[in-house]
């Protein structure tokens, strides 16, 4: 135990940082690298398909999707996989393995449709590990009121990897290019060489130090159906669908604000510095607040901390669209606060809707986990993983196509989302912990 925590759960903590900071590496590098001409896209330019022109920021833009879409409807799959065989480990490595050998191909390959199948690996690796991983962490804390913490450890330390991973690449493929005994390294293949080796290191962890969890013949053979309605009766949706829900809303509110860099430097007077700080505020609060907060869940209840982070959620991220902006030469009400108010009102929106979704983050895992039920952790969880990934690929589409009808209404539509979620957690979501110790009182899914 370290801090508390399983050895096992800490141990794949560290496996997913180090892929995470990898994928993070590659969000990162990929655009500079097809930018900078190293990928040939002959022909593709400035042709039509489907009446729609292609650009190279649109053939960035299908290369990062490609991944997120790619893993997120892969991963009920392998879910549903790694339930019915029991092996999860296996599914991990097999990941990491597809995700490592995908990232040292980049420097091989020179057209943009390999660059493309290359990344659609790493999209399936994706699918392979995620579910998996989440369900052993589940499982590994199955009958202890140690799953909500375990979680927070979980998501923090993955979130260190893909926060500070961009930071990284950035200063790999600037610092390029690298004298080597077997010649000049470029910072692109540098950088591609790090999210090899954030592969190869999750792998060492998982194979030396991870094994699955004993399990029954009839666990592996338990209904593995995805349930949209509740087949208690209890309520309208099955409770794991509305988590589901609420996740994929939660991740489309995080992902909005990327898009609109350009808008909102504009609107603040503010530079790139301030932008990338603000960004950052979410992934920092959670950092800060996943733990405590997931381990809270475990003593006070899952629905608590679900319908206070929806409840935030809601005005934090709609109020992000209506932070003061002045035209060039107008005079500030508050001469004092020239230059602060507008970036510092946007710092602390958005520090508040990371309070918000490391509030809802870790106790919607751990309530889904609570629900499962053995043998349905990867089917169940999988649930929640692929509605973050698709909500982390459908936000930046999103703001990108309601901002022309002003600069709010991205912001106004994710905060309906998060008020929606917030009725939906409601009405259809039961606590799953009794007790003020957090004594189980889970009722397993029906079969």
């Known amino acids: 135990m370290v801090l508390g925590t399983d050895r096992r759960v800490l141990t794949l903590a560290l496996a997913r940082m180090a892929d995470a900071l990898g994928n993070s590496f590659l969000i990162i590098v990929l655009p500079l690298y097809i930018e900078s001409g190293q990928v040939d896209v002959t022909g593709l330019v400035g042709r039509s398909v489907l009446g729609v022109e292609l650009t190279l920021p649109l ?21 549903r996989l790694s339930d019915r065989t029991g092996r999860r480990r296996a599914f991990v490595l097999l990941g990491l393995a597809l995700f490592g050998v ?21 999209g399936l690796g994706a699918a392979f590990t995620i579910p998996a991983t989440v369900a052993l962490v589940n ?11 375990n979680f927070g450890v979980f998501n923090t330390f993955r979130l260190v990897g893909f926060g500070f991973g961009p930071i990284v690449a950035g200063l790999v493929v600037q610092g390029g290019p690298y004298a080597t005994p077997f010649g000049t390294l470029t910072g692109f293949n540098a950088a591609f060489g790090v999210a090899v080796l954030g592969a190869v290191a999750s792998f060492a962890l998982v194979s030396l130090l991870i094994e699955d969890p004993e ?65 950052a505020a979410v992934v920092i609060a959670n950092v800060l607040l996943q733990v405590p907060i997931g381990r809270a869940s ?33 005079e500030r009400a508050v001469p004092a606060l020239d230059g602060v108010a507008g970036p510092g009102l946007m710092l602390v929106a958005r520090l508040l809707q990371g309070v918000s979704v490391a509030l809802v983050f870790a106790p919607a895992l751990a309530l889904a986990g609570d629900l499962a039920g053995e043998g349905r952790s990867g089917t169940t969880l999988s649930v929640l993983t692929t509605a973050f990934g698709l909500g982390i690929a459908i936000g930046p ?43 189980s009182d889970a009722v397993p899914q029906d079969d």
């Open 59 to 79: 053939l960035v833009g299908l290369v990062l999707s490609l991944f997120g879409f790619l893993n997120s409807f892969g991963q009920p799959i392998t879910g």
């Open 102 to 122: 995908a990232s040292a191909a980049y420097p091989f390959v020179e057209g943009y449709g390999a660059v493309l199948a290359v990344r659609a690996f790493q």
């Open 139 to 149: 499982e590994f804390a199955a009958g202890d009121a140690t799953r909500g913490g």
């Open 215 to 279: 399990r029954t013949a009839a666990a592996a053979s338990d209904d593995l159906s995805f349930r949209v309605f509740d087949p208690s009766g209890r309520g309208t949706f099955d409770p794991v669908f509305v988590l589901g829900v609420g996740t994929l809303f939660m991740a489309i509110t995080i992902a909005l604000f990327a898009t609109l860099q350009d808008a909102i430097t504009t609107r603040l007077e503010e530079g790139e510095f301030l932008f990338s700080v603000q960004f």
């Open 298 to 330: 475990d003593r006070y209840g899952r629905k608590p901390f679900l319908l206070a982070g929806f409840a935030l959620l809601a005005p934090s991220v709609a109020l992000q669209g209506y932070v003061p902006a002045l035209a060039p030469g107008v």
């Open 397 to 439: 589409l999103a703001s990108g196509y309601l901002v022309r009808f002003g600069f709010p209404t991205p912001f106004v539509v994710g905060g309906v989302l998060a008020a929606a979620a917030l009725v939906l957690t409601y009405t259809q979501v039961e606590e799953s912990l009794s007790g003020a110790e957090g004594v």
